[in-house]
């Protein structure tokens, strides 16, 4: 057992050394993209750098995100490894389904949670430029990060303190490193259920329901799309600049309201609202409004899809995206509210992608 502990010990020795040479080498690169280069998961590196103010939380992650309301304002992030979605906001009435499994907020902070992927969680402190930065960062079995919470100036601080105490641990739980998480495979066209999918889409009154019909048919969400290829679903070029680029111009332009939805499989966090301040920045297109950032990676998003569904409140329209391994990395709709039609001004704005395609 002892040389057990000898190994591990010299592990982290030795990871260390290489995280310190990474920072030396690149101080501006992030912690997500330091651990790709290291070939670790980000929470090895956040538990490595965080010290004695490291503090481990219960699992608990429900209990905890219905406390959240107390502390006030925050901002909370999720990510993928293509789309980054920040909001600034008081979270208000989450709540858990029955089995605790899953659990939502519906307001300022909109999310969709599914805590069977969240599996640590940590208040961590970093020292930035700005200062002294602290936030609850909650990370899957592989350690990827699944959602962080950040502390603002606007947030009361005795109850974030009470908080972090109330749900703190006392040793953080052992994590033995497995790689990164497996890519779900895609259906092959001929093992689905073609005629079970096209009925099925034709009869939506929900997009709720589109998940289920998914599973019905035997097929992942982009098989889906390019099964019904040209019915219900085009294919965006991106010859003449960047989908994303365009759309953003439009919602800017036209002061169009819209739905930004970005997730990982622990969690989907959903903006709505207008767009104004929109910038470029080499590979990335950026949100830069108060109150949400949206930051997206658009060489490494593959393909765009223009859909659109059924419902029973009318035609419901979609902008999808994906990465190399066809997973969902940013959906946008235009705002809308159940036994609402879809605005006709989002509608035209997203028909004319399709037209400069």
Not at 183 to 205: F, I
């Amino acid at each position: 057992m002892e040389h057990v502990v000898m190994a591990a010990e010299a592990a982290d020795q030795t990871l260390a050394s290489r995280f310190q040479a990474l920072q030396n080498e690149a101080p501006k690169m992030r912690i997500r993209q330091m651990a790709d280069e290291l070939g670790v998961s980000e929470m090895e590196l956040v538990r490595l750098r965080g010290g004695k103010a490291l503090i481990p939380l219960q699992d608990r992650f429900g209990d905890l995100l219905k406390a959240m309301e107390s502390v006030g304002p925050v901002m909370i992030l999720t990510r993928n490894n293509e789309v980054v979605h920040e909001v600034t906001g008081t979270f208000k009435d989450f709540t858990t389904g029955k089995s605790g499994a899953m659990g939502l907020a519906v307001g300022e902070m909109d999310v969709r949670v599914f805590f069977k992927h969240w599996a640590f969680g940590y208040r961590v402190q970093e020292q930035v430029r700005s200062g002294l930065r602290e936030s609850l960062q909650f990370f899957d079995h592989y350690g990827a990060a699944v959602h962080k919470i950040y502390r603002i100036a606007d947030t009361r601080p005795d109850a974030w303190e009470s908080l972090v105490q109330n749900f703190s641990d006392a040793e953080p739980k052992p994590f033995a490193p497995q790689g990164k998480r497996p890519v779900p495979e895609r259906a092959r066209a001929e093992d689905v259920k073609a005629d079970v999918l096209r009925e099925g889409w034709g009869e939506l009154k929900d997009v709720h329901h589109f998940g289920a019909l998914l599973k019905r048919a035997g097929t992942d969400r982009l098989t889906a799309l390019e099964l019904l290829r040209g019915e219900w679903s085009t294919e965006l070029e991106r010859s003449d600049g960047d989908v994303l680029d365009r759309l953003l111009e439009l919602l800017q332009d036209n002061q169009c309201p819209a739905m930004f939805f970005v997730g990982n499989p622990g969690i989907v966090q959903i903006f709505t609202g207008k767009v104004s301040n929109i910038r470029r920045t080499g590979p990335w297109m950026n949100v830069l409004d108060p109150g949400f950032n949206l930051h997206a990676n658009t060489e490494s998003i593959k393909r765009w899809w223009l859909v659109r569904r059924p419902s029973a409140d009318g035609i419901i329209t979609s902008l999808e995206a994906f990465n190399a391994d066809g997973e969902l990395v940013l959906t946008v709709f235009g705002e809308r509210k159940p036994g609402i039609p879809e605005s006709e001004l989002w509608r035209e704005r997203a028909a004319s992608l399709e037209a400069i395609s």
